[in-house]
């Protein structure tokens, strides 16, 4: 019997037809069975008279599965595997925790801090294999990457693969998926999985030049049946419908509620679906967002979209540290440090990027290669400091251990735990109000400078004088 | 004869009626005339029997007056003055210029450059005097200065002079002004007068313990004409009806329109007139409001409000430079720079503001002092830098000599002078696109450092390497 360990995947292959279009013409999936328990899953064409199948158990024991096809030969299949505990560093999809949080299947949280490589699969192995490398440096845990390949500034050259076969005439036929681009882009997908990296897939988005961006709805509803048959089974997969889906001309707000809704259904495993903003932001609200992907660079806001949609907020686009021309492309190391404290401080998750000028056009925000930002090391710090209690932080509107209450970035864990970024501001000094009866200890976080020092223990009501400068934050732990 | 400097004063003291209440009862004003034409100016009780009557001529050559009295013993005086021009450094009063700029009466440009000491008129001798020597020394030429004392953290000590007498229970008699406090009053609008600052008087605010805030509308009133009659004939005057206004319980939209008109209707010399907000502005395109002032932390909206009233626009509290608690008061001086920067080359002009904490509460911002930050000294560069071409300077909503136009501060005159301000980004490089057929000196200005650095000579299209740091602006001289 075919062994497989919790939230990987097993995969079978079929013979099946190969006349007319396969892709159009053979329905193929399958029902995954253990005891009462049934899973809808969908096979997928991967050329040659190859049918493949693919399923991710989340449980352990005995599933069976069951095929259906219009093939006679792909119909009434059978067969067995033996699901078995995940190994140590394998903790299953992410998904929804406690409203606004995310955690893995297995119930470690999981600490959102992100980075883009828009178009990182499409510049070839060596470039990709140098990507990689560097994700396993650095504090990564989440990549947005696009499946089409991207066309815009710094962007001119070809993808090596595409994900449609050509027709006679050079054009692509946009119902002929290319097998050899999917399985390429699974092998990165692969990659960042043994990296427990989190593979945000940007399913559209409007830089285009090859006509990805407005085919067909038949054949949109094509691709992501498609997308969601191949990739739906590897564990680190989201759905991020489209990278500023307000700048896609061809497509409506209906077009969108529709796709949604075939990710849901088609999903045997249910990854986090989102959808990304230029200017104007989709309703998060709607049932089929489960977490509001965002644009915006104004951290500060947080806690009004954590509070409007009610679900886990991750900033993704807040600008990128770099030196280009365009504005969004050129903020200092330090700005960006500080939006990722002032976001995570106020609930949500931030997204990283890096859009420094390279003699080649080699930029990482789109195409990987390596990092020379001085921001990836003190978001490592700002992960270091926080991993252990932002699942519990609560976010509050004024930090409510001063006596002059501001507002700024704050949380706390019950009477047990404050913490205080004071931004971009120089404060000098703060008269604390704490909690009666509980001493705290005090300690000062440079988040630039990636320094903790002590400042003792402090307790009610005193002043405590800080150095003047920004991007200080104060930490207390009640020590009883 | 009596020989007057243009737009200095003349001062006249008659003896008149003691008995009931002079400044309610006794009517007493003068028409000033020089040739056909005619102004009419408002007297004051000046206390123990004194009535004064004060006169800024801003035409050289013979002026008559003769006063008009419900009180036989003022009515009828007549008298002459010789109006002599100007010495040098008396410019005039600062009125409106080419719908978005300000000019002295002369025509020399005026280049706002503010600060704030609220209640530094209410601090006694010493630090008055203090405060004065300190801002002779500064790059300011405006100065936001209340007329009522404030009651606000740390601001609780007691005014030496009020400016009103008190009535046997300890109140105020709202009737009956103080002349003491008025005289010393002028007394600093003088010295201010002669150091070339205007005073931006604020008439109301609402951080008040005495009952200056909500007083009766007729009281209201009578402050009004009382304040034009004694200090209008100070060309350094402007009128700030308010500091932030909409925070005044007591008042209405209506009171503050009645307000603006009394002053229009009162102030023979036309001084300017503004009114500031807290968070909702007032709305600054009615006509009785010469330009807009404005408390507002992003200077980028300058050139939105500009197009809005088409009149000047001053962001007259964009935040501090300090480092108290509130977020208010304490951005770094480079940020306040920044902000400078940024408001001037989109076309507004920017108020300064200190609030470092002092062992005895004494803060730039409301008592005034001395100053401690880092800001001024760049502030100072800032009007160095533009001080000769402000008035002629047409902000570009983007920057129209770069390839890629973005919207960064930045504003030309004509095709002769373009200059691009690149704010918080740090920009490494850019293409320039230049109108053609000009050669430009182009130099690298850091705001910061205070540096101005030749670049050589640019022409059409090229791209520029440019320092990977923030707060940096290009300037292009047309050389031919």
């Not at 190994?87 to 955690?103: C, D, E, L």
């Not at 097998?179 to 988005?205: G, K, M, V």
């Not at 990854?271 to 104007?280: F, K, T």
Request: with cysteine; glycine share 8%.
């Amino acid at each position: 019997m075919v062994t497989i360990e919790q939230w990987a995947f097993g995969e079978w292959t079929f013979e099946g037809p190969t006349s007319g279009n396969p892709y159009i013409d053979v329905s193929f999936s399958a029902v995954f069975r253990q005891a009462n328990r049934e899973m809808f899953v969908r096979g997928f064409y991967d050329g040659d008279g190859e049918y493949g199948l693919r399923f991710m158990p989340d449980t352990c024991g005995e599933w069976h599965f069951a095929t259906t096809s219009n093939a006679p030969e792909l119909d009434g299949q059978t067969g067995v595997l033996e699901c078995i505990p995940a190994q140590p560093g394998n903790h299953g999809p992410v998904s929804v925790w406690g409203q606004t949080r995310f955690a893995y299947a297995d119930g470690t949280p999981y600490f959102q801090i992100g980075t883009t490589c828009y178009a990182w699969a499409h510049q070839g192995v060596v470039l990709e294999q140098q990507t990689i490398r560097t994700l396993a440096e650095s504090p990564f845990n989440k990549l947005r990457m696009c499946v089409f390949p991207k066309h815009y500034r710094f962007n001119h050259n070809e993808p090596p693969l595409y994900a449609y076969e050509k027709k006679a005439d050079g054009s692509f036929d946009l119902e002929r998926f290319n097998p050899a681009f999917f399985q390429h882009y699974e092998d990165l997908l692969a990659a960042l999985r043994t990296l427990n990296i989190e593979a945000d897939l940007i399913l559209f988005h409007p830089y285009d030049r090859w006509g990805f961006a407005d085919m067909e709805a038949e054949q949109d509803d094509l691709y992501l049946r498609y997308i969601i048959a191949r990739f739906a089974a590897f564990r680190n997969v989201w759905w991020s419908l489209a990278n500023e889906y307000d700048l896609m001309r061809a497509k409506t707000e209906l077009d969108w509620d529709r796709f949604f809704r075939i990710v849901q259904a088609e999903d045997p495993y249910h990854h986090l679906r989102s959808i990304h903003n230029c200017r104007a932001f989709y309703d998060h609200s709607k049932p089929w967002v489960t977490h509001a992907s965002i644009q915006h660079s104004d951290l500060a806001r947080v806690g009004e979209w954590r509070m409007q949609y009610g679900k886990p907020v991750v900033d993704d686009e807040c600008q990128y540290e770099g030196n280009i021309e365009n504005q969004w492309g050129n903020i200092t190391a330090r700005e960006l440090t500080h939006r990722f404290w002032e976001g995570t401080l106020r609930g949500g998750y931030v997204g990283h990027g890096e859009t420094y000028r390279h003699p080649e056009d080699i930029l990482w925000w789109s195409k990987g290669g390596v990092l020379r930002g001085e921001s990836p090391a003190r978001i490592c710090f700002l992960r270091d400091v926080l991993a252990d209690v932002v699942q519990q932080l609560v976010p509050m509107e004024r930090a409510e251990v001063m006596l002059e209450r501001q507002r700024y970035a704050s949380a706390r864990i019950g009477d047990e735990y404050f913490i205080i970024y004071f931004g971009n501001s120089q404060v000098g000094g703060v008269t604390l109000q704490l909690p009666p009866g509980n001493n705290y200890r005090l300690e000062l976080i440079d988040t630039w400078e990636m320094t903790v020092t002590p400042l003792g223990d402090v307790r009610e009501e005193q002043y405590i004088e800080l150095p003047t400068k920004p991007n200080l934050a104060l930490r207390f732990t009640a020590v009883g």
